[in-house]
């Protein structure tokens, strides 16, 4: 059983950044591919980015590359996620999440354990 606790949401305007944590409990984090994914009012779960078990590889949604960064802490168990130029779109409900295989690192449907999710507003 992997625990995830999302932290670090909040309100910031239209260009400015973010930087949101993910930690997970246990010791086995390494052995997890780590995804983070977003939900906004109304929309479907979408991804976001995601990163291999090692960090060799990551992964990024076309709407967020090159304002956003994944990247890890295998000996922090923590996953971040470094938001940079943010838009009022990227307004959602962020989640990350672990997947034991990583085989398919943008479908959400093959991550295991979610965390409960941090606010991200950005104001125009």
């Known amino acids: 059983q992997v625990q995830l606790v999302e932290s670090g949401g909040g309100l910031v305007q239209a260009g400015g950044s973010l930087r949101l944590s993910c930690t997970a409990s246990?010791?086995?984090?390494?052995?997890?591919?780590m995804g983070w994914f977003r939900q906004a009012p109304g929309k479907e779960r979408e991804f976001v980015a995601a990163?291999?078990?090692?960090?060799?590889?990551?992964a990024y949604a076309d709407s967020v590359k090159g304002r956003f960064t994944i990247s890890r802490d295998n000996a922090k168990n923590t996953v971040y996620l470094q938001m940079n130029s943010l838009k009022p779109e990227d307004t959602a409900v962020y989640f990350c999440?672990?997947?034991?295989?990583?085989?398919?690192?943008?479908?959400?449907?093959?991550?295991?354990?979610w965390g409960q999710g941090t606010q991200v507003t950005v104001s125009s």
């Open positions: 999440a672990a997947d034991l295989y990583g085989r398919r690192l943008m479908n959400k449907g093959d991550y295991e354990y």
């Open positions: 246990g010791r086995t984090f390494s052995r997890y591919a």
């Open positions: 990163i291999t078990q090692s960090g060799a590889n990551t």
